[in-house]
């Protein structure tokens, strides 16, 4: 216990690789999940026995997750873990020394759970780091996580990623609804544009309109179309779904943009749209975002269901 710290009051402790005593000392404090980030060639490590749950999600001594998709599904999955605990439960991580890797996991827990942007968490992390009664001095002064390396990750895994209109390439490719990447909407038709389709469910009892939208040239066009027809009366309830209904067929039926999506880590997306204050952040970024918070709950979902 003197070699760890909570780092989230009365749930989670982080510190070094537990010796068996220490395993058994910590069961009977409330741990009832041990999460070890370390491999079992690991030099100067034993394994231990613990009568309850042990999560492995091993790392490289002083290295970062090299998979994106599969540290973003842990880090929602820990997170979940920790906010269900029954009272009186924790959960312990660690690492070999409970410095680097178990920083690196903390401050990522620190980045999705309450918001803090990447700095702000890095510093949280050290100073829970610092709470510990017996650290040797050098480790008190690297801080938590050690390295550069695995402090530039927590920048990179949850930096905002910010895209506008029709971006073709790289990480954000397809995220804008003006892209050109056709997609079916069952019991509504087959359309150019994520935007043509969701302009169609405007007003999607009038035939002729959704088939102008189906044959839109452009999505300027399709969204022109759109200003001009007869909004249904419950567009402002069922806006949001239906954006969400679409964007998620759009990336099903294309996998290229799924695999952009579910490599950008745990980054939030914002649509950065001078004037659009509802999907888009304002250009100012006092915008709700939604249309950028919709592809953030889809690339959840298509994490945890990928398992």
């Known amino acids: 216990m003197d070699r760890s710290s909570y780092f989230i009051k009365d749930r989670a402790m982080f510190g070094s690789f537990p010796s068996q005593e220490a395993v058994d000392e910590l069961e009977e404090e409330g741990v009832r999940f041990f999460i070890n980030l370390t491999h079992d060639d690991e030099k100067k490590i034993t394994p231990y026995v613990t009568r309850y749950t042990q999560i492995s999600f091993p790392i490289i001594d002083r290295q970062v997750p090299k998979d994106w998709p599969a540290f973003a599904r842990f880090i929602i999955s820990l997170s979940n873990i920790i906010m269900s605990l029954k009272q009186g439960h924790l959960v312990y991580l660690h690492c070999k020394g409970g410095h680097g890797r178990s920083g690196v996991v903390v401050a990522s827990l620190f980045c999705y759970m309450f918001e803090m942007s990447p700095e702000n968490a890095l510093e949280q992390n050290t100073k829970y780091q610092s709470k510990r009664s017996v650290m040797r001095e050098k480790w008190r002064k690297l801080g938590s996580p ?162």
């Open 146 to 307: 050690q390295t550069y390396y695995q402090k530039s990750f927590v920048h990179k895994f949850f930096e905002p990623l910010v895209f506008y209109r029709a971006y073709r390439t790289g990480s954000t490719a397809g995220f804008s609804n003006f892209t050109n990447h056709r997609v079916e909407i069952k019991g509504l038709g087959s359309f150019p544009t994520s935007e043509s389709a969701i302009q169609a469910y405007k007003n999607p009892t009038d035939k002729e309109y959704v088939e102008k939208q189906e044959n839109s040239r452009s999505p300027i066009v399709a969204k022109a179309l759109g200003r001009k027809t007869e909004l249904r009366k419950d567009w402002v309830q069922v806006c949001d779904k239906l954006m969400y209904e679409v964007i998620e067929a759009k990336f099903n039926q294309n996998p290229e943009l799924k695999n952009n999506l579910i490599h950008t880590g745990l980054r939030p997306i914002i649509q950065h749209s001078r004037g659009d204050y509802f999907w888009g952040d304002g250009g100012d970024g006092t915008g709700r975002n939604k249309l950028g918070k919709i592809l953030t709950n889809l690339r959840e979902s298509f994490y945890m269901n990928e398992e």
